[in-house]
């Protein structure tokens, strides 16, 4: 059964660089699509992006893609995200998922990440 | 963006009363290979969302069979048969045939 933790501060400076991995057990990186989603506390969900390790594939929302980076290291397992230049809009939650080439079927716990000075 | 369109935003269900959540995309998200690109998730109080559907009506591993999707290109529907306590939560479509993927603002089923 694959699993998904994301992990990183959960603190982040306004204008500065979120910073967040995901990391799986159960199911190799270079397999499958993953992808990230964030949901602001009590509102809904936001699909950020996701990457496909073949080819080093990557799609990304179009709002956000002038500051979204999502790369895989192979040998830790894990995918990372990267989003530059951060406001207050970016106070979400952040989860990780695999997928979605048959929908999202595994997401991780999610992690709060709060921009404030 | 394709726009996604849920009914109703509350739900207030007896339990063992059937339920049922439409969700209506800007535009028709069924692909060239025949499959409409429309996944349901529930995300219950404090959890993170869980794949309920994908393709508009295969239910996903360890679902149970009192959930069921079915829908046309641009419609879509997710029949709970018989509601139970565990049910609740706010139950999102999300279209993944063109990006950006996009979620329904959700609906929040509870138990009367």
């Known amino acids: 059964q694959v699993q998904l933790q994301e992990s990183g501060p959960g603190l982040v400076r306004p204008s500065e660089t979120l910073s967040l991995n995901c990391t799986v057990s159960?199911?190799?990186?270079?397999?499958?699509?993953w992808s990230w989603i964030r949901q602001p506390p009590g509102k809904g969900l936001q699909w950020i992006g996701y990457i496909y390790y073949s080819g080093s594939t990557t799609l990304y929302n179009p709002s956000l893609k002038s500051r979204v980076d999502i790369s895989i290291d192979t040998s830790k397992n894990h995918f990372s995200l990267k989003l530059r230049s951060v406001t207050a809009a970016d106070t979400a939650f952040y989860y990780c998922?695999?997928?979605?080439?048959?929908?999202?079927?595994?997401w991780g716990q999610g992690a709060l990440v709060t921009v404030s000075s | 963006d394709i726009v996604m369109t849920q009914s109703p935003l509350s739900l207030p269900v007896t339990p063992g009363e059937p339920a049922s959540v439409s969700c209506r995309s800007s535009q028709s998200l069924l692909h060239t290979n025949g499959y409409k690109y429309l996944d349901w998730y529930l995300q219950k109080p404090g959890q993170s969302p869980q794949l309920l559907i994908y393709f508009s009506s295969t239910r996903a591993s360890g679902v149970p069979d009192r959930f069921s999707g079915s829908g046309s290109g641009i419609d879509f529907t997710l029949k709970i048969s018989r509601v139970e306590a565990e049910d609740v939560g706010v139950y999102f479509c999300?279209?993944?045939?063109?990006?950006?993927?996009?979620f329904g603002q959700g609906t929040r089923l509870e138990i009367k």
């Open positions: 159960g199911a190799p990186v270079t397999s499958h699509y």
């Open positions: 999300m279209q993944s045939l063109q990006a950006p993927y996009t």
């Open positions: 998922a695999r997928g979605p080439s048959f929908g999202l079927d595994s």
